[in-house]
């Protein structure tokens, strides 16, 4: 029985982590990513500033995190010195719904929402920025999931279903 658990919970984290590397859009030339990273690291809260500047160096150093999405957050947020005590639930909810308002989330907050890029299915990722805050677009800080051997990236989601929000809190 516990086996069988065990199988349903490492299928479950395979699923719900996965992005398609086609979609959503990665960053190019749309936009300037150097500039976006610079402007959210200048424009929140000291604690969002070291989630944001720590994931940086580690999609910089190309780091390779076991696991699912869950646990490359995770690691970041460790790794920026806020352990899961240090961490505040803004709003939480069901993959389902009632779903959050855009204007609640800062860069460096950990977000669960439905990735409408890849089945509905749902997705964790670290907010940066708005790239399009009308049409509820975002780029984020993504790791792939699925146990595979990719380092995360930035990538543009669409965030019209946020289910979760996690701060960081000193």
């Not at 199988?7 to 300037?32: E, H, Q, W």
């Not at 809260?45 to 076991?66: P, Q």
């Not at 051997?149 to 930035?154: Q, V």
């Amino acid at each position: 029985m516990i086996k069988i658990l065990i199988c349903l919970l490492v299928l479950t984290n395979i699923i719900s982590c996965a992005t398609v590397s086609t979609s959503p859009k990665t960053v190019g030339s749309n936009f300037n990513l150097e500039e976006i990273l610079n402007n959210a690291e200048a424009n929140t809260s000291n604690n969002g500033r070291r989630i944001l500047e720590t994931s940086r160096a580690m999609i910089s150093d190309k780091e390779i995190v076991v696991g699912g999405c869950w646990n490359y957050i995770n690691k970041v947020y460790n790794r920026a010195g806020f352990s899961t005590k240090q961490r505040l639930t803004i709003f939480k909810s069901k993959l389902k719904g009632p779903y959050v308002k855009g204007d609640r989330i800062e860069p460096g907050d950990w977000l669960y929402f439905v990735n409408h890029s890849y089945s509905g299915s749902e997705h964790s990722a670290i907010f940066v920025d708005w790239t399009d805050e009308e049409r509820k677009l975002a780029l984020m800080v993504s790791y792939e999931g699925e146990n595979r051997k990719k380092p995360a990236m930035y990538k543009e989601y669409n965030l019209s279903n946020i289910y979760n929000i996690i701060r960081a809190n000193d």
